[in-house]
């Protein structure tokens, strides 16, 4: 809504009808060229010192240049007080600048061009403070999806580091099997080592008691490596399933691996006394 001379109503100033005052004298018109310079004034005050605020409201926005925290938030107080003066200046302006007398047509338009400037500044500062607004709310999601990061690769880590302990447990338990599978094929080799002397039948009643020790030894063997092999292989389906990138787990799957080949080798011993007693048989026969 309009004034008498055509001038926008700034906010919150009240509406002012018009007066019905004389016509002014001629050289009253004169007295409004150092109104209109002091108002100029005032408004080139304002686009200088809000310049500078635009500055830092950029600057400000400008994620990339990795300014401290609060840097939004001060540059939105200095908009928010710049808005305020502006605002305040612009009531100023439409006291001082309202004309309840007809005014020549240049007078007018000098009028409308300080309201306008006034006018644009404060359509400036209002979309500066909206592009701060949404460059915090930017920066705000961005922080948000950093620390949801975070809290994920610190899960993960933590998952990570139970099941390395996890599987820590499970290869001291493998290498503890390994060793009792060690010492029972170990155990075969001594009952049997009677056995390895010239065939003699003096000796009988001793190599048949050699005999059914080694039988007794074997068996007890092959179970606990068939035992072994079959817990090596079960860890190690569940390792490769949470193996991943890591290397701990690949380091462990290693291992596992080294101890699957191991008991495929004792195995393999122990298949040497698989006939022991048809062997000694055979050597008795000779």
């Known amino acids: 809504q309009g004034i008498g001379n055509g001038l926008p ?10 007066s019905q005052q004389p016509e002014p004298a001629k050289d009253e018109e004169e007295d409004w060229e150092d109104i209109l310079n002091e108002a100029s004034e ?11 605020v635009f500055e830092v409201a950029t600057l400000a926005a400008d994620s990339s240049l990795g300014l401290e925290e609060g840097s939004i938030a001060k ?19 439409y006291l001082k600048l309202r004309s309840q007398h007809t005014l020549s047509a240049s007078t007018q338009q000098s009028i409308g061009e300080i309201m306008q400037r006034a006018q644009t500044l404060h359509t400036k500062l209002k979309a500066s403070q909206r592009d701060l607004q949404a460059a915090q709310a930017l920066r705000d999601k961005r922080q948000e999806e950093e620390r949801f990061k975070s809290r994920l690769e610190e899960k ?6 139970k099941r ?83 290397p701990t787990k690949a380091a462990a799957m ?30 008795m026969q000779k």
């Open 9 to 18: 109503l700034p906010t919150g100033v009240a509406r002012v009808g018009p």
């Open 42 to 52: 005032m408004v080139s005050s304002l686009e200088l010192d809000a310049e500078q």
């Open 75 to 93: 540059a939105k107080e200095l908009l928010d007080s710049q808005l305020q003066q502006t605002i305040q200046a612009q009531k100023a302006l």
């Open 156 to 161: 993960r880590r933590e998952l990570e580091a």
């Open 164 to 246: 390395a302990a996890e599987l820590e447990v499970v290869l001291q338990g493998c290498k503890e099997m390994l060793a009792e599978v060690e010492d029972e094929v170990e155990a075969v080799a001594i009952a049997a080592s009677p056995l390895e002397v010239e065939a003699d039948f003096d000796l009988e009643e001793m190599l048949e008691a050699a005999v059914v020790e080694t039988e007794k030894c074997h068996n007890r063997a092959c179970i606990k490596a068939v035992e072994a092999r079959k817990f090596f292989t079960s860890k190690a389906n569940e390792a490769t399933s949470n193996i991943g990138h890591d």
């Open 254 to 283: 290693h291992e596992l691996a080294v101890y699957q080949a191991k008991i495929g080798r004792l195995q393999d011993k122990l298949a040497l006394f698989a006939n022991v007693r048809w062997t000694h048989k055979q050597r």
